[in-house]
């Protein structure tokens, strides 16, 4: 059974950092996209970034880059999000998921509806 699941979320101040973990169980994560999305109260979901190992692409989303990391752990079979100088409008629940490879992520995007599985999510909040 495919299950991805997040951790890592919390309560930080403005330019604080968190590290986000997706660790995934019924698949090998190294063969297949994985994206980071979020969804803020009262806003649509926003892709975030994606990493496609096999065809070697990463994506961030324009307001997180420079300030986000997406990177894996094979043996782990996880996925993490290394979000840096945060700010309140980064303040939403965080999702990770995984899509095909060849699908879901692009060098100018994420595309949401190519995602197989989706986690449930973890809650990041920035606020003094």
């Known amino acids: 059974q495919v299950q991805l699941v997040e951790s890592g979320g919390d309560l930080v101040q403005p330019g604080g950092s968190v590290r986000l973990s997706c660790a995934a169980s019924?698949?090998?994560?190294?063969?297949?996209?994985i994206g980071w999305f979020r969804r803020a109260p009262g806003k649509e979901r926003e892709a975030v970034a994606c990493d496609n190992r096999m065809s070697r692409i990463t994506y961030y989303a324009d307001s997180v880059k420079g300030r986000f990391t997406i990177d894996r752990d094979t043996a782990k079979n996880t996925v993490y999000l290394r979000m840096n100088s945060l700010q309140p409008d980064d303040t939403a629940v965080y999702y990770c998921?995984?899509?095909?490879?060849?699908?879901?992520?692009?060098?100018?995007?994420?595309?949401?509806?190519?995602?197989?599985?989706w986690g449930q999510g973890t809650q990041v909040t920035v606020s003094s």
């Open positions: 019924g698949f090998e994560m190294e063969y297949y996209a």
């Open positions: 998921a995984s899509a095909d490879s060849g699908y879901g992520c692009y060098g100018s995007s994420s595309r949401s509806r190519e995602y197989d599985h």
